[in-house]
């Protein structure tokens, strides 16, 4: 029988779910969206590859929870994996443990748009599961390797020190990912020096060296870094000084503002779907162009800002929704790195098809790949490296046991 892991990826008013096993074919996976409302609904793909869509008006987590797991029981996954955006200073997956599941509980006002969420996701699953080993998968112990020059900030040290204030980065789970298999592919499994740049309606960047993250683009929050698709990435800190004082905002609709209503969509006045802009653009809208632009721009400056951080460059991987998908994006991007040696070829990259991994360099240079982020499967292999090891199972159960009691 092959082993098969549930993830779990809890929104406010969302879960993402897929039951990944040994053999990719069998991946089955779906969104339960606006939960609580009457419109509730669960939409998927099931085993063979046949959509689902199911009405569950006025389900909450819980009750969304139980029905993909009814759903799911007869497959029988051997452990449930929660993806969690802010694990704090936890540098691994953990096994969620009363201990545990109080971190994230702590590590909250770093994440207060997601890590409540989470929660909710945890505590129901284990009420109604609470014989399976769950495990929490960080999205920020990847870049727990970074050095202490590029995670702290240049701010009095008692905030660092007695209010965990400094850089953590996101993504991990993506940057993980596609590092791991990016070096494979290039035949130098997790060594050498690569870029990986995430990119969608949330975007990051990341310097590795021999496997590990030694700096990323996000910071303490999500917020910092490259250009997205309604964020705006880096600004001067005192625009909320700035705003305060002369339009007389307060700090929930300053950053209401730079999370929700910035960036691509900001710029461009229209749209924070990159296939929407590009289109607008080629029909001669000055804003959709002038938003691709600052998003290649800002992209390329933070991938050479990062690239202080490698010893050497051996190259750079595309993934995300944008990164995977626009070879006009990632020709833009290339074309503002001129000092760096990259070589695109034209033919390879528009070659490339939704969801297909593949070079895209002429040969010389540093390599350049497009490798199609998997974040559902890295959170399988480290829910099962945490929770399945032989011998390990039983007590990993009565843990997982000791939360509901």
């Known amino acids: 029988m092959s082993t098969s892991v549930l993830v779990i990826n809890c929104g406010s008013s969302s879960i993402k779910y897929a039951l990944v096993s040994e053999h990719r074919k069998d991946r089955i996976?779906?969104?339960?969206?606006?939960?609580?409302?009457?419109?509730?609904?669960?939409?998927?793909?099931?085993?063979?590859?046949?959509?689902?869509?199911?009405?569950?008006?006025?389900?909450d987590h819980e009750k969304a929870l139980?029905?993909?797991?009814?759903?799911?029981?007869?497959?029988n996954p051997q452990a449930i994996g929660h993806r969690v955006v802010h694990g704090g200073t936890l540098t691994k997956a953990e096994l969620l443990t009363p201990e545990i599941i109080e971190r994230i509980r702590e590590a909250t006002p770093l994440a207060p748009l997601h890590n409540p969420a989470h929660l909710v996701g945890i505590e129901a699953t284990i009420r109604l599961f609470?014989?399976?080993?769950?495990?929490?998968?960080?999205?920020?112990?990847?870049?727990?390797?970074m050095p202490a020059h590029a995670y702290r900030y240049a701010l009095p040290k008692f905030l660092y020190t007695e209010h965990n204030v400094r850089r953590y980065g996101f993504h991990g789970t993506s940057h993980a990912y596609v590092s791991e298999r990016g070096s494979e592919l290039a035949g130098s499994y997790k060594?050498?020096?690569?870029?990986?740049?995430?990119?969608?309606?949330?975007?990051?960047?990341?310097?590795i060296w021999n496997g590990q993250s030694v700096d990323t683009s996000m910071g303490?929050?999500?917020?910092?870094?490259?250009?997205?698709?309604?964020?705006?990435?880096?600004v001067d800190p005192s625009i909320h000084s700035f705003l305060a004082s002369n339009l007389g905002w307060d700090i929930y609709k300053i950053d209401k503002m730079l999370n929700?209503?910035?960036?691509?969509?900001?710029?461009?006045?229209?749209s924070n779907d990159m296939r929407t802009l590009i289109e607008a653009s080629e029909q001669g809208n000055e804003d959709a162009t002038?938003?691709?632009?600052?998003?290649?721009?800002?992209?390329?400056?933070?991938?050479?800002?990062?690239?202080?951080?490698?010893?050497?460059?051996?190259?750079?991987?595309?993934?995300?929704?944008?990164?995977?998908?626009?070879?006009?994006?990632?020709?833009?991007?290339?074309?503002?790195?001129?000092?760096f040696g990259f070589n695109l070829s034209q033919e390879q990259n528009n070659s490339l098809k939704r969801g297909t991994e593949g070079r895209i360099d002429a040969g010389t240079g540093p390599q350049i790949w497009v490798v199609p982020t998997d974040e559902e499967g890295r959170i399988a292999k480290e829910t099962e490296h945490v929770a399945l090891q032989e011998g390990n199972v039983t007590a990993k159960k009565s843990n997982a046991?000791?939360?509901?009691a």
């Open 401 to 404: 046991e000791t939360v509901t």
């Open 290 to 339: 002038l938003a691709i632009e600052v998003f290649c721009y800002r992209l390329a400056k933070s991938l050479a800002g990062l690239s202080c951080g490698l010893p050497r460059i051996d190259g750079l991987f595309f993934t995300g929704g944008i990164g995977e998908n626009s070879a006009y994006i990632r020709e833009k991007t290339v074309a503002y790195l001129p000092h």
């Open 220 to 234: 303490l929050t999500p917020l910092e870094g490259v250009v997205m698709g309604t964020r705006s990435g880096d």
């Open 130 to 145: 609470p014989h399976l080993p769950q495990v929490a998968v960080f999205d920020t112990a990847f870049h727990q390797t």
């Open 66 to 75: 139980e029905t993909i797991l009814e759903r799911l029981a007869h497959h």
């Open 29 to 59: 996976f779906g969104l339960a969206e606006n939960l609580g409302s009457a419109n509730a609904r669960i939409k998927g793909i099931t085993t063979g590859g046949e959509e689902l869509e199911l009405s569950i008006p006025h389900a």
């Open 260 to 270: 929700s209503q910035s960036g691509l969509l900001g710029l461009s006045d229209l």
């Open 191 to 207: 060594k050498g020096g690569w870029l990986t740049a995430h990119l969608g309606n949330g975007s990051s960047t990341c310097a």
